[in-house]
Nanobody, 123 residues
Framework: QVQLVESGGGLVQAGGSLRLSCTAS????????MGWFRQAPGKEREFVAS????????AYADSVKGRFTISRDSAKNTAYLRMNSLKPEDTAVYYC????????????????WGQGTQVTVSS
C-alpha cells in the first residue's frame, strides 16, 4: 500500500506563487509516474500536470502551461508543483496521484491518490 500526503497549499493573492509537495510512503517505487489534478467547487476533477517515472517527460494542461512546473526527487519519493502567476481560477483542491510509468492526463492511469490540499487565490 502507498500513502500520498500533499502540503504547501494556502491562500495567496493573484499573481503570487506557491509550491506544492507530495510525499509518498509505504510500498513506494521510483518507477511510478506522478501527477497533479485539481477540483474546484461544482466542477469535475481536472488534470494539471504529470511527470514520468524517470522525470524525463512532463505534461501540462493548457491552462497552466508556462506558469506551473512539475518536478520530482525520486530519492525522497516526492513530487513538486511550482505554481507562479496564480489566478483566481486556479482556486481548487489539488490532488497528488501516483501510478503507471509515463504520466498523462487520464485519472484512471493512477493507482494512488492523496487527500488533497486547498489552494485559494484571491483577486
Amino acid at each position: 500500500q502507498v500513502q500520498l500526503v500533499e502540503s504547501g497549499g494556502g491562500l495567496v493573492q493573484a499573481g503570487g506563487s506557491l509550491r506544492l509537495s507530495c510525499t509518498a510512503s509505504g510500498r513506494t517505487s521510483r518507477r511510478y509516474a506522478m501527477g497533479w489534478f485539481r477540483q474546484a467547487p461544482g466542477k469535475e476533477r481536472e488534470f494539471v500536470a504529470s511527470i514520468s517515472w524517470g522525470g524525463g517527460s512532463t505534461a501540462y494542461a493548457d491552462s497552466v502551461k508556462g506558469r506551473f512546473t512539475i518536478s520530482r526527487d525520486s530519492a525522497k519519493n516526492t513530487a513538486y508543483l511550482r505554481m507562479n502567476s496564480l489566478k483566481p481560477e486556479d482556486t481548487a483542491v489539488y490532488y497528488c496521484a501516483m501510478g503507471g510509468y509515463s504520466g498523462g492526463p487520464t485519472a484512471r492511469e493512477y493507482d494512488y491518490w492523496g487527500q488533497g490540499t486547498q489552494v485559494t487565490v484571491s483577486s
